[in-house]
């Protein structure tokens, strides 16, 4: 089966502009997941959504972070306006009713 | 915030050896996972272990969960050069979104 898909891969931008990322899950996993990953450090997550709705986006910086899952299906997350702290790896995740997560590739973030 | 600290932070050993990681977390747990991130990869799943399970193999993989000191360690037997990569441990507190540890990266040299 296909996996978990994003875009871009890589993305630079400088700090006060906006930037969004696209995520693509498994095809019929109801649970998608965003993770920032800084280097060196483990994945944190920001948003968890079940289907269309949120079920938890409570360490989502939510001043400049938001994201959206229309028709329960892809998703995305948009940062404006970007700070240098949030260069990192943002990782889209899905699950279905088994709670192991498949990951997507990543896209890199740097923030100049 | 990190729920999990593993350690060794970093750790190098000889192709063939054994590689042991262990894991501490803080609150309870519905499960843990183990994960592998190998370097400009994705995140892949290695392992689950149930919080009324106490060991788990898989392969070449040996998992065990102490709730009572609320740590888990990850045996990787006779490593290889491919086994390269960081190692998360990840706990889901029944929400099923997982809070990593901070991951120990393991250097198997062949």
């Known amino acids: 089966e296909a996996g978990v898909a994003q875009s871009p891969r890589y993305k630079i931008i400088e700090k006060r502009q906006s930037v969004a990322f696209w995520c693509n899950p498994i095809?019929?996993?109801?649970?998608l997941y965003w993770y920032q990953q800084i280097l060196g450090q483990g994945p944190k997550l920001l948003i968890q959504f079940q289907n269309n709705g949120v079920v938890d986006d409570s360490q989502l910086p939510k001043d400049r972070f938001s994201a959206e899952r229309l028709k329960g299906v892809d998703s995305t997350l948009k940062i404006q306006p970007a700070k240098l702290e949030d260069s990192a790896v943002y990782l889209c995740?899905?699950?279905?009713?088994?709670?192991?997560?498949?990951f997507g590739p990543g896209t890199r973030l740097t923030v100049t | 915030s990190q729920q999990g600290e593993e350690d060794p932070q970093a750790l190098s050993i000889q192709e063939g050896e054994n590689a042991t990681m262990n894991c501490s977390y803080k609150?309870?747990?519905?499960?843990l996972q183990w994960y592998r991130q190998n370097s400009g990869r994705g995140l892949v799943h290695l392992i689950l272990?149930?919080?009324?399970?106490r060991e788990k193999h898989s392969g070449r993989l040996r998992v065990t969960l102490d709730t009572s000191k609320k740590s888990s360690s990850l045996l990787i037997t006779a490593s290889r050069a491919a086994d390269t990569a960081s190692y998360f441990c990840a706990t889901d507190g029944g929400r099923r979104a997982l809070t990593f540890g901070s991951g120990t990266r393991l250097q198997v040299q062949p």
């Open positions: 995740a899905s699950s279905e009713e088994a709670y192991e997560q498949y």
């Open positions: 095809s019929g996993h109801a649970t």
């Open positions: 272990i149930r919080s009324n399970e």
């Open positions: 609150t309870s747990i519905n499960n």
